[in-house]
């Protein structure tokens, strides 16, 4: 596993930085949570004041800066935003990665959107993606658009939508033990 990473992409509410901090520190690895690193690059602004201070296509540019910078690295775990991989420059740079794991973390709408609207940071940190706001008519939309390149990048998918979060760290550790 040396020189290895763990990329972990999916919609909103899947799991991702939960999980990629379960497996980093299962493995002594650090966790880098992409939409945490534009975050800092900004200032320490929400994504949601991102995107109402400067617009999604500045926000996108600087998703892409990043997710090429974190791809460099080694024997780490990194969380990626949910529309990450839909961006062509982010998505040359994942698929590029050597010596990593892509792992989609999948759940149906109607699960992701439970999860959404139960966490009051999501609420408060996160942009509507449609006009729909945060409801389950934009989770449908939205992941209808991205399932099929979530599928495309993955080298694994695992259902999220009644593990607990161990349990999907167990089935990420079998499969890194090959």
């Known amino acids: ?13 899947s799991g991702k930085s939960t999980v990629g901090k379960h497996i980093a520190d299962r493995l002594g690895w650090p966790l880098i949570d992409t939409d945490h690193e534009i975050m800092l690059r900004f200032g320490g602004m929400s994504i949601a004041e991102i995107w109402n201070d400067f617009g999604e296509p500045v926000f996108r540019e600087k998703e892409c ?12 775990v990194i969380s990626l935003g949910g529309g990450t991989v839909m961006q062509l420059d982010a ?3 994942i698929e590029a990665c050597e010596d990593t794991l892509r792992i989609y973390l999948s759940a149906p709408a109607e ?3 439970k ?3 139960g966490d009051e940071n999501t609420q408060d940190n996160r942009p509507a993606l449609t006009s729909h706001g945060i409801s ?8 209808s658009e991205r399932e099929p390149t979530y599928q495309a990048v993955a080298d694994y998918m695992i259902d999220v939508s009644d593990a607990t979060i161990e349990e999907v760290a167990e089935q990420i550790m079998a499969i890194l033990q090959g």
């Not at 389950?136 to 992941?143: F, G, N, S, T």
Request: proline share 0%; hydrophobic share 45%.
């Open 136 to 143: 389950l008519d934009e989770v449908k939309q939205v992941l």
């Open 65 to 76: 800066r990043v997710t090429e910078d974190v791809c460099q690295k080694d024997e780490c």
């Open 91 to 93: 998505m040359r740079a």
């Open 115 to 117: 999860r959404i609207v």
């Open 111 to 113: 699960v992701l959107h």
């Open 1 to 13: 596993m040396q020189g290895m990473k763990i990329i972990l992409f999916g919609y909103r509410g």
